[in-house]
Structures are given as C-alpha cells and as structure tokens.
C-alpha cells in the first residue's frame, strides 16, 4: 500500500508561512484527480483527502485574500478549507474558543472561502471566559486567548471538549461543571490570596463566569450551531481511511521550538510535532514526508531569547507607528523602505524595522511587531537529528521571505554557531537559550547579496543564491525542497522538491 500523508511545520518561531506550502502539497492532490469514497457522512461522499490541523487554539492566526481582494485571517481551520474536494479537520489536539469559531467560519462564508467540508473532532478542549480572565489576571506572556489554561485543565481531567457541548444530555455535564467550577474557584482564590488590593468587582465577576449555571447557558447556546460538525466517526474511520491511501495533509499550528515537548517556559501550551496527529488521533503510521518551513530572516513574538536580533522586538511600535516614525504611510513602497535603510546603514533597529514593514511582520491577531533575525543553523542542524534524521520518510526545508532580501543587505548574515564560556554551540538546546542568552554570542557568517529579483518558477538561480542555498544544505543535511519569493501562494521556486 502507498500511504499518503504529509505534516507541514514551522521550525523556527511561528509565522513561517507555513500556508504556502500546504497550498503547494494540497494543488498536487487537486492536480492528480484521484477521487475515494469518505464514510464519515450521512451519506458517501467522493473526495480528493483530508486536511487536518493537530494542534493550536485562537492565539495564532494566518491570513487568506479572497478573490475581492478582502483579507480574513484564520485562526484554527485548516488552510484548505477555501479549496474543493477537502475534508478539513480540527483534530483532538487542538482548543477553540466557541464564539470565535463561528465568527470565524462566518467570515469565511460571507466571502465565499469556505468551500471544503468542515468537521471538528469530539475530543478537541473548548475554551471558556474563566480561562481568558485566569490568563489576564495573571499577567502571562500571551496574547491573552486562555490557551494556557485549557490546555491545564484538559490536563487535570477537568476540561470541557466538543464532545460536551453537542451531546451535553449524554455526558453528565452537571457533575463536570461543577468539578470545572470548584477547580476554577479554587486556583483564582490561590492567586488572589498572592495579590494585594484585588477589586471586589473582579472577584465577584469572576464568582460569576464560573457558576454551573452560567457555564451550562454557554454551552447550550452552541449545541446546535456546532452539532451538524462535530463528528464521532473521525475517531474510527480516519486512521481506517489513511491505511487505504487516501491524502491526508497535517498542518501544525505554531512553531517546533515554542512547543511544550522542549519544555520551552515562552512558548506554546500545545505539542508541535510531525507526529503529533498521530498520536492524537490514533493513526497508525508515521508520515511518509516532513516539510519543514522558515523564513531568512525568521520573526518572534512575545517573551523568549531571540539571539541576533535586530533591534528589540518589545520597544518597536505596530506597523502603523513605524510608517510614522520614518514620516511614511501606508501608500509607501518597498523602494521607500529600502531608501531608509540607504540612509541609516549598518542601523540594527533600522534593519528590524525595515524588515517588518518589506515583510509585513506585525501578528494577524494580536498586532503586535515580530522580532526579526538572521537564520539560525544551530536550530536546523538540530531539526536533522530530532526530526528528519529518518530512514522511513523524506524531509524537507523550505526558506520564505528570499525575495528583497538582498536589497537591503550587501551580505546575508546566518548563524553558523555560538560560543558560550569557551564553549563552541552547533546545535540548538531551547533550555540552555533562555536561561543563558546574555553569556552567548553569536557566530556569523554572511554571503554576497544576488542581483535582480526572484520570480516564481525561475528554472536557473543566481550563482550567489545558489552558492547560500547550497552552504544551508551542507550545514544541516537537510533537502531545501523549495524557497517563497512573494506573497502570494503561489510564489514559490521549487529546488529539491518535485512539484507533481
């Protein structure tokens, strides 16, 4: 049998752009035609596969531009949900928030993206206001989403899934309320008794989110808008339906570095892994290929060593007031941004904030400017020997953000290691990061800047590219299965991958 399942994954720390690759594995389904019989509905259907996102909640999002030009950023459905002959999953390792997936889905519709079919798994954990103000309170490094918490509670055997919210009369609901509510209470008063003059209204507003009775009204509430999609037989019949060949592309959420499995205290609350979803969902094989995505000059929001950084990600305004502090505006071209680099040279706040208006990188969900750095091979040499180093499937690194890039430096600098006390660093440990980021230095490396610009499906390269791309393979082993030279979906070279 020809298994067919490929995990897409960001390496770096989120926002990679990992939604250009899935469009680029889920065409080559389109492309083929190949049609199987999907059991999972009332009746049979015909489709071309499954997209599944394993893992991740409302704390990230990605952004799709309908055909009127509308932008609508996703949070936790799969990318392919705008492409026909899909079965798009949220998996059972992902969270959602209820309000915000419907209002989610809603968005899509109104601007005729949401064409695949849509099912959500049983077991996949809601969120609930208490989490969101249990985050809040606490002053967390996030984006405030109560991600954290219901993965906590989940955890503790607490938590509330789908499965609650469509067949509330099946489940003793009132038992598990009221243990959620008795959990809750008891971790806010924790808190509380820590803080000094917290306000009566919050305590008592608290009391409030986290009565049975107010739970109950809000799990209710969606019961039958989410009743037609949540589907039990996803439990049985899609680990059945990949041993018999059918596509099944898996795309995390987040980053693999930022995943609780390395233990990262800045990261994510979920498990980011290529294997992931089959362990969530009781598949019984690995896949049979890994794509692997970055960017050259990767991004990182939030709390957590960054080493290389241009400039300091926490100090920089959003996008808007970064046009203003160079008396810019939104009209302003890329030609514009690289004439402020001409005349702060060798700037390295100008170079970050230069970097984040070429790319636009400013968080789709929370607004918030990324910090931008060179690419670290520590961190992919890493990956060979976590992730890639594997006799049972192909592996495959893919760099976005190639393009303009050499108009705003004459030589691309890379992390080649670091050297802490005496000590020479070629591989990345995310402990030894965050404890010890002010006793490392970086080594770096650069390579001449290419000249002219890069158009997808360019069959030659320029020799300088060739020569970086080539020096990335050798460092870290790893196939580069193609580069993004744009925005668009669309806009990619392929190197070592096979576009077929």
């Keep these: 049998?020809?298994?067919?399942?490929k995990s897409v994954l960001g390496v770096s720390w989120g926002d990679e752009g990992k939604g250009k690759v899935i469009n680029a594995l889920s065409s080559n389904i389109i492309n083929k035609g190949v049609e199987y019989v999907c059991n999972m509905f009332d009746t049979e259907i015909k489709i071309l596969g499954y997209s599944i996102r394993s893992n991740g909640g409302p704390n990230g999002g990605h952004a799709l531009v309908a055909e009127n030009g509308v932008k609508v950023t996703g949070?936790?459905?799969?990318?392919?949900?705008?492409?026909?002959?899909?079965?798009?999953?949220?998996?059972?390792?992902?969270?959602?928030d209820l309000a915000g997936l419907k209002k989610e889905i809603d968005e899509f519709k109104e601007n005729n993206l949401f064409i695949g079919k849509l099912i959500i798994d049983p077991r996949v954990n809601i969120i609930i206001e208490a989490y969101r103000a249990l985050d809040g309170f606490r002053g967390k490094f996030s984006t405030g989403s109560g991600i954290a918490d219901v993965y906590g509670h989940a955890a503790k055997r607490d938590g509330l899934c789908m499965a609650d919210v469509v067949e509330s009369d099946?489940?003793?609901?009132?038992?598990?309320?009221?243990?959620?509510s008795k959990s809750l209470r008891a971790e806010?008063?924790?808190?509380?008794?820590?803080?000094?003059?917290?306000?009566?209204?919050?305590?008592?507003?608290?009391?409030?989110?986290?009565?049975?009775?107010?739970?109950?009204?809000?799990?209710?509430?969606?019961?039958?808008?989410?009743?037609?999609?949540?589907?039990?037989?996803?439990c049985t019949e899609l680990p059945k339906d990949v041993l018999r060949g059918v596509p099944l592309l898996n795309e995390t959420s987040q980053s693999y570095f930022l995943s609780l499995s390395q233990n990262n205290q800045n990261g994510t609350s979920s498990i980011v892994d290529p294997n992931w979803v089959f362990i969530s969902q009781g598949i019984p094989i690995v896949p049979q290929e890994i794509h692997m995505i970055t960017k050259l000059f990767p991004s990182r929001v939030g709390n957590g060593a960054f080493i290389g950084e241009f400039g300091d990600r926490d100090l920089a305004p959003n996008r808007c007031g970064t046009l203003e502090k160079y008396k810019l505006d939104f009209d302003s071209t890329e030609n514009d941004f690289l004439e402020v680099v001409k005349q702060n040279p060798n700037d390295r706040e100008v170079l970050g904030d230069v970097l984040r208006l070429v790319y636009n990188e400013f968080g789709e969900t929370t607004g918030r400017a990324r910090g931008k750095a060179p690419l670290d091979l520590t961190y992919l040499r890493t990956l060979y020997t976590n992730i890639a180093a594997s006799p049972v499937n192909k592996s495959y690194l893919w760099i976005n953000q190639v393009d303009v890039a050499n108009e705003i430096f004459d030589k691309i600098p890379f992390i080649e290691s670091y050297e802490f006390e005496d000590e020479t660093i070629e591989e990345y440990l995310t402990i030894r990061a965050n404890c010890d980021n002010e006793k490392m230095s970086a080594n770096i490396v650069e390579f001449d800047s290419w000249k002219g610009d890069l158009v997808p499906n360019q069959s030659e390269l320029p020799e300088e590219l060739n020569e970086m791309i080539n020096y990335i393979k050798y460092q870290t082993k790893l196939s580069v299965g193609g580069i993004g030279v744009g925005r668009k979906d669309l806009d990619l070279i392929y190197i070592d991958y096979k576009n077929n």
Excluded at 85 to 95: K, T, Y
Excluded at 175 to 180: A, E, H, Q
Excluded at 191 to 207: G, H
Aim: with cysteine; hydrophobic share 40%; aromatic share 10%.
């Design 170 to 180: 099946k489940r003793k609901l009132d038992l598990k309320l009221s243990k959620l």
């Design 75 to 96: 949070h936790v459905l799969p990318s392919t949900i705008t492409k026909k002959g899909f079965v798009n999953i949220v998996g059972a390792g992902c969270v959602v």
């Design 188 to 234: 806010f008063d924790g808190i509380v008794k820590e803080r000094d003059n917290v306000k009566q209204d919050v305590i008592l507003n608290f009391e409030k989110i986290t009565d049975v009775e107010f739970l109950k009204e809000h799990i209710s509430k969606y019961n039958k808008i989410f009743g037609e999609l949540v589907n039990f037989k996803i």
């Design 1 to 5: 049998m020809n298994y067919n399942v």
